[in-house]
């Protein structure tokens, strides 16, 4: 497992925790259809407990995966993030220097990310590549994609 800290929103964590719980509470409907079909005998061409049994593994690994996660969150609270500069829990208009496209993204926290919707986490590398930059200024941030050239154009945030 990572040691690396994940900044997230107290609304993020909210979220992670209320997956885990639902993960938990279907684990033990699996378990008990595990058991269930264990008391049918032959289990060698016992198709249901064969299927129970590996959405039960898929299930725990899901468990373990958001376990570790939520261990490693540390809730930020965006009250004290800096008004003058990207930050987690703003909106950035930037602008791309190689297109001129015109983007806004909101920098939340992990979990909270909406790709579609311009919700992109602040420890990605292009969240990592604009915090801390204020307007006018230029950030050249390496992604899978290569070097993506933004200008800082405005930030704000939510009340």
Do not use: W
């Not at 992670?16 to 699996?30: C, G, H, I, M, S």
């Not at 407990?49 to 996660?69: C, V």
Request: charged residues 35%; proline residues 4%; hydrophobic residues 35%.
């Amino acid at each position: 497992m990572h040691d690396e800290r994940i900044p997230v929103t107290r609304e993020g964590y909210e979220k992670l925790q209320r997956e885990l719980a639902e993960l938990e509470d279907q684990l033990v409907e699996v378990t008990k259809r595990v058991a269930a079909a264990r008391e049918e005998g032959d289990l060698r061409e016992n198709a249901e407990y064969h299927g129970a049994r590996e959405t039960q593994g898929l299930i725990m690994a899901k468990i373990n995966y958001l376990r570790d996660k939520i261990a490693r969150c540390e809730i930020v609270d965006l009250s004290r993030m800096p008004r003058d500069r990207v930050a987690m829990g703003c909106t950035v208009t930037v602008r791309d220097l190689t297109t001129g496209e015109v983007i806004k993204y909101t920098l939340v926290g992990m979990g909270e990310e909406d790709f579609e919707q311009g919700r992109i986490p602040a420890n990605s590398p292009l969240g990592r590549g604009l915090i801390g930059k204020k307007p006018g200024e230029m950030a050249e941030i390496r992604v899978p994609a290569g070097i993506r050239r933004l200008e800082v154009l405005e930030i704000s945030f939510e009340e």
